[in-house]
């Protein structure tokens, strides 16, 4: 059976052994890059902050009810508390 992972690794597409945690400054960098976020995206999300804190336990149960609907994103309804 053929393992993308290895293959992307492989090829040099991802790095061996790097986990994001271990070094936050880059992978925060690459996320930035990753979803073309640009100054006027940065000053979006500021401006949106009082109202999505305001909201962010509605905002959380909805976002979870949304993974609940695609089984394939690894969450269970068992775990719901």
Avoid: K
């Amino acid at each position: 059976m053929d393992d993308p992972g290895r293959a992307a690794a492989e090829s040099g597409a991802v790095e061996p052994g790097y986990l994001p945690a271990t070094d936050m400054p880059r992978f925060i960098r690459e996320m930035i890059e990753f979803v073309d976020l640009a100054e006027g995206d940065v000053a979006a999300i500021r401006r949106s902050a009082p109202i999505v804190l305001r909201n962010a336990e509605r905002l959380t149960a909805a976002l979870y009810e949304h993974f609940l609907a695609f089984p394939r994103s690894g969450l269970c309804r068992s775990r719901r508390g």
